[in-house]
């Protein structure tokens, strides 16, 4: 089963995905949106969600929300109003305009106790209107011991999370968080907090000492954790992108001058290393050896507007990233670009400038449309349509599908190890290399926040997670709506997968499948089990794997090895 080349997300039924509904008007939710890893401990991937303009707790004080992922099927839609501690449960925000929930994420498992943990991160800003507090983000332990239908931030007391606190009172820390990764090699999951204006970002390494019911940034000397000097903005885990088996970081910061350039935007990457941290590194110290910048190309691209790992999308063994550029022009004005930086185990420049990509080191995504914003959220999209590459997501939540003005769009570009040209659009997308996904309604903004969702089906394929924080459920003004995609592609069942008019790559696995690649010069694999492959038309390569398999090559010339067992080849 693979993915057409447009998906119109009104048509999820709970078979192919489902929606999640916000509750109250101007809520957003959907403004933020993350796999949360497996966070009650039942063997399948959760959800976490952020309503920034809930009010909870006051004017804004923000909620999120934890939507359990389940192996015995969704419906079609499911209300937030309905989280009960059994399918997910919500988590309240402090007090008024703390936004709580602008930012989430999965953390990895922080603290070392078998379960995945959460961060919610908060962009405060109170004016004249209230105190800002020194809290910058917060951390929720797993468990197995179940939840409650809600949870209080207030209620972290270091058994079930912390608080994590600002040097000083609105520093604005907080406003991207993101798990980390494993950066110093102690086989503990860590975690970076960016921040805004001049605010340092934030490493925490993850402990399994247990943690303090607070923890303060200015008590990080560089054993449990270090500051990050620079501009900075969005950040995110960055996989191991040099080939040292530590994971690295990715900060972005869309708003600096680069090449002279305003506005241009930089990002930069920090190298992971088990030789231990200073209390504070400065980002305009990376020179290679210990991370490199990515300088943005032209005025106002705001390149790292958002930033994340990419997995291993080219299959090289290494793992690549994603940068957002959404006030780049590639076909008008802001419509917007993604830059796609392979990984590499043969080391880095001080440098790159993302001008250079030239489809051996990288490529560009470019948006199509004037205003689109294409790039605004990126993300890794894990393998969803199961051929062993990982995958990617970029929103763009002011473009216009079937006629609707900001409804948005989401794409999906596949990997692969056939190489990448230097430039693809969405235009390029037919369903064998990716697809869109078309937002629904006017004004939905749906692409304003994307993330791979883990397998939160539990049918062994990763899926996929797109916030629409603008959209209007059950007529309820900007509640928002959350739309889950369920990723396509063998499993360990009896499948039955067709191919495309172009050249694909069908791999199944345990079962008694069916694969068909119809016309294209087609890879086709059935593995395990008794399967029937069917290449169609074109120069196709067919391999059956054990069992008793029927391999069908078709017109043109074709290759056909059944495998082990006995095979009918014809």
Request: glycine fraction near 20%; include cysteine.
């Amino acid at each position: 089963m693979t993915f057409p080349a447009q998906f119109n997300l009104s048509d999820l039924n709970g078979d192919n995905g489902f929606v999640i509904n916000g509750l109250n008007t101007i809520d957003y939710a959907g403004a933020s949106v993350s796999s949360a890893g497996d966070v009650n401990g039942d063997g399948i991937d959760d959800l976490i969600i952020g309503a920034p303009y809930a009010n909870s707790n006051g004017f804004s004080s923000g909620e999120s929300y934890v939507v359990f992922g389940s192996d015995q099927g969704f419906t079609p839609s499911l209300e937030v109003a309905n989280l009960d501690g059994r399918n997910g449960f919500v988590v309240n925000g402090v007090e008024r305009y703390d936004r709580s929930g602008s930012s989430v994420s999965g953390a990895g498992d922080i603290n070392g106790d078998g379960f995945d943990d959460l961060i919610i991160g908060f962009d405060s800003y109170c004016g004249t209107y209230c105190e800002p507090s020194g809290a910058t983000s917060y951390v929720v332990f797993g468990s197995g011991q179940g939840f409650a239908a809600s949870l209080e931030l207030t209620d972290l007391d270091g058994s079930n999370g912390f608080t994590l606190n600002g040097i000083d009172e609105g520093d604005n820390s907080g406003g991207s968080v993101s798990g980390a990764g494993d950066i110093n090699g102690d086989g503990i999951d860590d975690l970076i907090i960016g921040a805004s204006s001049n605010t340092p970002g934030t490493v925490v390494f993850g402990s399994d000492q247990g943690f303090a019911t607070s923890l303060n940034v200015s008590d990080l000397d560089g054993s449990n954790g270090f500051t990050l000097n620079g501009p900075d903005g969005s950040v995110s885990g960055a996989g191991d992108i040099n080939g040292d088996g530590i994971d690295d970081l990715i900060i972005g910061a869309s708003g600096v001058y680069s090449n002279g350039n305003r506005r241009a935007g930089e990002s930069y990457v920090v190298f992971g290393s088990d030789q231990g941290f200073a209390a504070s590194l400065e980002l305009t110290d990376l020179d290679g050896s210990n991370g490199f910048a990515l300088n943005g190309i032209d005025e106002y691209d705001q390149s790292g507007r958002s930033v994340s790992g990419a997995g291993d999308i080219n299959g090289d063994g290494i793992d690549d990233l994603i940068i957002g550029a959404s006030g780049a022009n590639p076909y008008g004005r802001s419509s917007g670009e993604s830059y796609v930086v392979f990984g590499s185990n043969q080391g880095f420049t001080p440098s790159l400038d993302l001008a250079d990509l030239d489809g051996d080191n990288g490529f560009v995504f470019n948006g199509i449309d004037t205003g689109d914003y294409s790039g605004r959220s990126v993300s890794d999209a894990g393998d969803i349509n199961g051929d062993g590459f990982d995958d990617l997501i970029i929103g763009a939540s002011w473009a216009d599908p079937n006629g609707n003005d900001s409804a948005g769009e989401s794409y999906v570009v596949f990997g692969s190890d056939q190489g990448f040209a230097a430039n693809l659009d969405p235009r390029d997308l037919n369903g064998s290399n990716g697809f869109v996904l078309n937002g629904i309604d006017e004004d939905d903004s749906s692409g304003r926040s994307v993330s791979g969702a883990g397998d939160v089906n539990g049918d062994g394929i990763a899926d996929l997670i797109i916030g629409a924080p603008t959209a209007n459920p059950n007529g309820t003004r900007s509640a928002g709506e959350i739309y889950v995609v369920f990723g396509r592609g063998p499993t360990t069942r009896n499948d039955g997968l067709t191919g495309t008019s172009g050249r694909d790559v069908i791999f199944a696995l345990a079962g008694n499948d069916r694969v068909s690649g119809l016309a294209g010069n087609d890879r086709l694999a059935g593995q395990e089990g008794n399967d029937r492959l069917i290449g169609g038309a074109g120069g196709d390569n067919l391999l059956g794997g054990s069992g008793q398999d029927t391999l069908l090559g078709g017109a043109d010339d074709d290759r056909l090895l059944g495998g082990t067992d006995d095979d009918r080849l014809n």
